[in-house]
């Protein structure tokens, strides 16, 4: 088993909570999870896999999810729908914080573990904030790996509406834990690999597991309103210069593969890899051939 250092670091007045894995010397890897979703979507196997490949492996929590600081119950400001169609239409709107501030976050995170450069991994939202990462940060970007994301580009073809829905909506946060899990484990189906779904009983025991390591619904508004502030990144991608790798499911609703697209398109040299019968999930069935286009990417760059 791969030994695992677990710790705090201050981002301003944010608490954001990390584990780190592999030898020290070996080359950082920062991996930057979605909306909503806690460090332990990077499933502990799949980071070993890469600690096995000789790299430190560096999974957190963003603010408002997981061990990181909450900024309280509170939901996001304004209504959805008008927020969602200014988006769609290239116009950021406001939020309590954005991208920008949450790719200080993981800059802050280097800067506690002493690290002046990593490799960039990031899923979904966390694609989105490594995209802004790698640009206002190039020094300290060895490369970037960016999965199932977008660039928000406007007029990108937008989320399936029962996609969108499973992910920002549910039952009440009073909810008996049932419950609570019951739509967790629908969500996951309606967003997940459909050539790759994973065992009822273990997507049940992960979801049972990040319930009781901390259910926190009221950060989803507020991270999915730092993407409609920051807007289009497409401004962000033309700065790029790390080694990239754009990877994306044919079969994501959530994310359509037009946005990875958009973005491998906008970064320069950009390599786009494209997986039939992935959805908006990590199929352990593909961690080999993920892994794989990652640590080629990684190469390049070293």
Known sequence: ????????????????????????????????????????????????????????????????????????????????????????????????????DMADDAAALLDHLGIDRAHVVGASMGGMIAQVFAARFAARTRSLAIIFSSNNQRFLPPPAPRALLALLTGPSPNSPRDVIIDNAVRASRIIGSPRYPAPEAQLRANLIEAYERSYYPWGVARQFGAILASGSLHAYDRLITAPTVVIHGLADKLMRPAGGRAIARAIDQARLVLFDGMGHDLPEELWDPLISELTTTFATAE
């Open 1 to 100: 088993m791969v030994e695992m250092r677990t710790g705090i670091a201050r981002s301003g007045d944010l608490e954001i909570y990390y584990e780190d894995m592999g030898d020290p010397a070996d080359p950082p890897v920062l991996l930057v999870m979605g909306l909503g979703a806690q460090l332990l979507l990077w499933r502990t196997g799949f980071c070993e896999k890469l600690v096995a490949d000789g790299l430190r492996v560096i999974r957190y929590d963003n603010r408002d999810v997981g061990l990181s600081s909450k900024l309280g119950r509170a939901q996001g400001r304004g209504q959805l729908v008008p927020r969602m169609a200014r988006f769609w239409l290239g116009k950021p709107s406001t939020g309590v914080y954005t991208l920008e």
